[in-house]
């Protein structure tokens, strides 16, 4: 089985500018969850979506954002760029049934410049 | 805030067993223990968990005190492989799952396995 794959892996941005990343999950998994990984700090929770519905958000601001599609693959996005931005988005799958256990994808490395 | 706390580096020599201890005196009844790890600028990988048995699989195992407060991952024989940041986190499984996505997960146990 393949696992969690995120496009891109690397991208760098400017100010104001605004970013979609993209996570295609395990096959058969319906759960994603987003998170933020800065350095010095732990894993940060974004957002939850199960059957294209947000399920559970964390204490983001608004501009970040996030979607799932039919095929359960998720994209979030990020508007309004700033330079506290900058991190390591990681995406996680799991099958949304009683286990839970998340299998997290590589993560996309942004850049706020 | 984290839920567990771990302390926040461990050293261990190589081919021997290298123990990760994890408190969490606040965990509930219908919590999980589990743990990833996560080796540099890679997303983190799962490891274990367990309720209150002891787990064990072809990675490591996991201990957990009788009273559930705290919990030690071992690695039986440690390789160079292994040095990584080790997380412990505790989560609800079920339907009110999803719920555990908000715990922060704290800033893990960064292991160094030296030749």
């Known amino acids: 089985k393949a696992g969690v794959t995120q496009t891109p892996r690397y991208l760098i941005k400017t100010r104001g500018q605004q970013v979609t990343l993209s996570c295609s999950p395990i096959?058969?998994?319906?759960?994603v969850s987003w998170y933020q990984q800065t350095p010095g700090q732990g894993l940060q929770f974004l957002f939850e979506y199960f059957s294209e519905t947000q399920r559970n958000k964390g204490n983001f601001p608004g501009r970040f954002s996030g979607r799932q599609f039919s095929n359960s693959r998720s994209e979030m996005n990020v508007s309004t760029l700033e330079l506290g931005d900058s991190a390591l988005y990681l995406c996680?799958?799991?099958?949304?049934?009683?286990?839970?256990?998340?299998?997290f994808g590589p993560g996309t490395r942004l850049l706020v410049l | 805030d984290a839920k567990t706390t771990q302390p926040p580096s461990m050293d261990c020599a190589e081919g021997r067993a290298a123990n990760l201890p994890c408190n969490h005196s606040?965990?509930?009844?219908?919590?999980?223990v589990y743990w990833y790890r996560q080796i540099h600028s890679q997303g983190p990988q799962y490891i274990i968990h367990?309720?209150?048995?002891?787990e064990t699989n072809e990675m490591a195992s996991l201990i957990i005190t009788e009273d559930r407060k705290s919990s030690t991952l071992i690695l039986p024989h440690a390789t160079l492989r292994d040095t990584a940041v080790y997380y412990c986190i505790v989560r609800v499984a079920g339907p009110n799952a999803g719920n555990n996505r908000k715990l922060i997960w704290g800033l893990g146990t960064s292991l160094a396995v030296n030749p």
């Open positions: 096959s058969g998994h319906r759960s």
């Open positions: 996680a799958s799991s099958s949304g049934t009683l286990k839970e256990t998340q299998y």
């Open positions: 367990g309720l209150k048995n002891n």
């Open positions: 606040t965990i509930s009844g219908n919590e999980y």
